[in-house]
């Protein structure tokens, strides 16, 4: 089946530096893909939808200049957050969407600030 | 009221039980159904989709009930191993929402 690869699996850093985070589809063109954010014992709460060659879409409540997505190509998106504080930590997951409408997930990225 | 909605549960088994979960939706333009399965600290991985005349996959049954916009997901002879989170996902317009999960024990 169709394979999302998402990059890193876990990262920690300091405090008001920037992390990027990369999620590939591998063997389709994914012309969509969602951001979601995971809080402990919470559910999975979308962030902002990502089309390729146009500005992301974001969810309300979630800050566009502090989560910046790129989507530039067919297969690829990317998160960047920005300053992160310790309240970003969380668990970030992208999904592609493919032809057929199924969604297929990336690994998840387990982020800490410290 | 909120897109898709599951009762989150936990629901709290034995072993060899059946159980169902239900999922709600609000949007009737909605196009498509899933059951993903997501482990603690892990991504949702499909379980299966959900089609009008529903499906089954082993002991897995899903049905889709559009007049009522509701699916369903029975899982028969519960193992320990489906210890999860059952999310319900809906597909609008190449739009993905999420119910915010049941939550399954299964005992020994």
């Known amino acids: 089946g169709a394979v999302v690869s998402q990059h890193p699996s876990w990262v920690i850093c300091k405090s008001g530096t920037s992390v990027k985070i990369e999620c590939r589809s591998l063997?389709?063109?994914?012309?969509?893909m969602f951001w979601y954010r995971q809080f402990p014992k919470q559910s999975l709460m979308l962030m902002a939808t990502s089309n390729e060659g146009s500005k992301a879409t974001y969810e309300q409540g979630v800050e566009k200049d502090k989560f910046l997505i790129n989507h530039a190509s067919l297969t690829l998106s990317t998160l960047t957050v920005t300053s992160a504080h310790p309240e970003d930590s969380s668990f970030y997951i992208c999904?592609?969407?493919?032809?057929?409408?199924?969604?297929?997930f990336g690994q998840g990225t387990r982020l800490t600030v410290v | 009221r909120k897109e898709v909605e599951q009762d989150p549960g936990p629901f709290n088994v034995p072993e060899g039980a059946t159980v169902a979960f239900n999922c709600t939706y609000s949007?009737?333009?909605?196009?498509?159904f899933f059951w993903y399965r997501q482990d603690c600290r892990k991504e949702p991985k499909l379980l299966m989709s959900v089609y009008s005349s529903g499906n089954e996959d082993g002991r897995f049954t899903a049905q889709l009930n559009r007049a009522s916009q509701y699916i369903s997901l029975l899982i028969r002879d519960s193992k320990l191993s489906d210890s999860a989170t059952y999310l319900c996902v809906v597909n609008t317009r190449r739009m993905l929402t999420f119910g915010g999960g049941t939550r399954l024990m299964v005992k020994p």
């Open positions: 949007n009737s333009a909605s196009q498509s």
């Open positions: 063997d389709f063109q994914a012309t969509t």
């Open positions: 999904s592609a969407l493919a032809e057929n409408t199924e969604a297929f």
